[in-house]
């Protein structure tokens, strides 16, 4: 009996559904899987922020093409095998137009067999240089490069002719991936690795390794880590006393990593995206009322802003873009679309997309930061 | 050289004095039920994080240290009242596994309440390195030392010198008999799991300054508390912290010396080594089985 009259409330409830569904346009869907919890929640927690934020904006301003955006989520929780099957959910049962997502470069990696093989726009929202690099058909990327900060970290050290240079990194995929550009790109620009120490990314003391790095006569110490770890690092080069310039990644702008390390991060110099120093941009800069914007929104809403949320917001507004210009969400014409992206201001950097780059940021996009009284300054 | 040894060992040993403080609370829970309780790690990470959350809510850091540690003491109450109390009958094995659901839903609860961010506590007396021979140490490693020994002497004196510690000893080694000669065991059990709790949030305060503190702080903590609690012999107050401090001074030489990639497999095999020679720890009781 009871079960009679669930069965007659979902009917009718479907039935309502659909007749609401009937009446209005289909909406454009969007789908996406993102690590919003797990060791990548950092990333994936802005990003998902970000994509129901900007959804609902657009479409309280009437949508795309007049039709509404719907947003499919999935939480991977950074497992690549949970990114798998969830891509294959949007693809398959989801039937969505365009994905955005994949928080980590172990999660885009595992989809885009998938992806390819379907011929679905996908812009991933993680790291590496390996997304787009041989350029895949239906891939695209909004974030920086490992490889880009990489360039950043070695420009600096070359202008203050420091080339003797002590790596620390975590175990993690960012980590070792950061960890492998390091190591490729030193020789070019005439920098000799002197010591190369990992840790565990939950470690809570990296003294061992860095009493290890002091003898080596290292005369800077780069640190490619993500979460808590790179601020443990920070803290216990300034418990042991030792002097020498440190350089962290793009993957610690944020307040976070300021807060943790206190004192010690004085002096820290790393690559950032601009969004963490928009105020400091000349006024006249194209990029500053862009990120002035997100950064207001995103802060009246959630609190602190990061860069990674930025990069759901570049690729949100590069697909809409897009299927503005597509004249809809047809797949084929909304990649093409995609990868004529140019001269798109997003908030990582001005996007110039072509069919041998489909990512379309140049090195200009990171700016060298400074802690400086517990604040970020750009390094000119 | 010798300087570099030096700073190993004075790492090891703050790192070691954490999972010592850690291991530690394990032994009162299985002491009292042979109860391995999993959801330690999160008593742990519970203290740090209310303290965080006390803290920016205006309290002086003393203040919300206690009452931190007063509000995880509820929490371990009352995980023992609603969770492991309608268990009474089952086995060990069950009851671990009840525990071990605690800690995840301990962990989503803060995840919930307080976020994904990580959060420090500063320091007790600032964080000016103490330097000796050319090794350093954080003052803050001076507290989790010193306090790990008062609490050492502490638990060891409750266990052996109370009537109360005593009670809680008879209802490990038999309930049924415990409970005939006028031992209440059910408030035996849940006097356990509050102080134990109160001793993993306080645990927790201490090393947060050092190491920081997220809703996952305690699966690494337990995993590695509990590491240092079997090396030395479970249920043993002493051993948890010998064993605590063995394998952190093994895990930064192994760093230090070897290799930085490969130090905590150096730790782990060292464990693997006590339980195939050792079973019951280095310290622990050898136990007969009665048949």
């Known amino acids: 009996m009871k079960d009679r009259v669930w069965s007659n409330i979902l009917v009718s409830a479907l039935l309502l559904a659909g007749a609401q569904l009937a009446g209005a346009a289909e909406p454009i869907k969007i789908g996406s899987f993102l690590a919003v919890t797990g060791p990548a929640s950092f990333l994936g927690d802005p990003e998902l922020k970000t994509l129901q934020m900007y959804v609902e904006d657009i479409n309280a301003r009437g949508g795309v093409k007049g039709r509404k955006l719907e947003l499919l989520h999935y939480d991977t929780g950074g497992n690549a095998k949970d990114a798998v099957s969830f891509s294959k959910r949007l693809i398959k049962n989801d039937n969505v137009d365009i994905i955005i997502g994949g928080t980590t470069t172990g999660d885009t990696m595992a989809v885009i067999p998938d992806v390819e093989k379907e011929g679905i726009p996908f812009i991933s929202l993680a790291g590496a240089v390996e997304i787009v690099e041989p350029v895949k058909k239906w891939v695209f990327k909004t974030p920086h490069t490992d490889r880009m900060a990489v360039a950043k970290i070695y420009e600096d050290l070359r202008k203050r002719g420091l080339t003797k240079v002590a790596l620390i990194t975590g175990d993690g995929g960012f980590d070792k991936s950061g960890r492998q550009q390091l190591l490729d790109l030193a020789p070019q620009y005439g920098i000799a690795i002197v010591a190369d120490e990992s840790y565990g990314n939950k470690d809570t003391d990296m003294t061992a390794q860095l009493t290890k790095i002091r003898p080596s006569g290292a005369q800077a110490i780069v640190n490619f880590g993500l979460g808590q770890a790179p601020a443990i690092v920070t803290k216990n080069m300034k418990q042991l006393g030792i002097d020498l310039p440190l350089y962290q990644s793009h993957g610690v702008a944020s307040k976070t990593f300021i807060d943790l390390a206190g004192e010690a991060a004085e002096g820290v110099r790393l690559p950032a995206a601009v969004l963490v120093v928009a105020e400091q941009l000349p006024g006249a800069d194209p990029q500053k009322p862009i990120l002035l914007d997100y950064k207001k929104r995103f802060e009246a809403k959630y609190g602190p802003v990061s860069t990674f949320g930025g990069h759901a917001y570049d690729g949100l507004m590069i697909a809409v873009a897009a299927i503005e210009r597509a004249g809809g969400p047809d797949k084929a014409k909304v990649r093409d679309e995609i990868e004529k992206t140019r001269g798109f201001i997003g908030t990582a950097g001005v996007f110039n997309m072509s069919p041998t780059d489909h990512m379309g940021l140049s090195l200009d996009a990171f700016k060298m930061v400074e802690i400086r009284g517990g604040a970020w300054k750009i390094v000119e | ?291």
């Open chain 2, 1 to 291: 050289m010798p300087e570099q040894l030096l700073q190993f060992l004075a790492t090891g040993v703050t790192v070691g004095s954490i999972y010592a403080l850690v291991g530690l609370g394990f032994a009162l829970i299985y002491n009292a039920s042979d109860v391995v309780n999993f959801a330690q790690g999160e008593f742990v990470m519970l203290g740090a994080m209310t303290t965080v959350a006390l803290l920016n809510a205006g309290l002086p850091l003393a203040l919300a240290g206690v009452v931190a540690t007063l509000l995880t003491a509820l929490v371990g109450l009352l995980l023992e009242r609603f969770a492991i109390e309608p268990a009474a009958g089952a086995s060990v094995v069950s009851t671990i596994i009840i525990t071990i659901g605690a800690a995840i839903f301990l962990r989503g609860v803060v995840l919930l309440l307080w976020g994904k961010g990580f959060h420090a506590l500063p320091p007790f007396t600032g964080d000016a390195p103490i330097q000796f021979w050319g090794a350093t140490l954080l003052p803050q490693s001076l507290w989790v030392l010193g306090i790990t020994a008062l609490l050492v002497v502490l638990v060891r004196a409750f266990f052996n010198h109370t009537l109360l510690g005593k009670a809680l000893l008879a209802c490990s080694f038999n309930r049924n008999a415990a409970q005939l000669v006028g031992i209440n065991v059910r408030v035996m059990l849940r006097l356990a799991y509050a102080l134990s709790a109160a001793l993993g949030a306080l645990a927790g305060i201490l090393v947060a300054p050092i190491t920081f503190t997220s809703y996952e702080a305690g699966v690494m903590l337990g995993l590695k508390g509990f590491s240092a609690a079997i090396v030395g012999g479970i249920g043993n107050p002493m051993g948890a912290v010998a064993g605590g401090l063995l394998l952190g001074v093994l895990e930064s030489l192994g760093a230090g010396l070897i290799s930085s990639g490969y130090k905590d497999a150096i730790a782990f095999l060292f464990v693997l080594m006590v339980l195939f020679f050792e079973p019951t720890g280095l310290f622990g009781h050898k136990t007969a089985e009665r048949v």
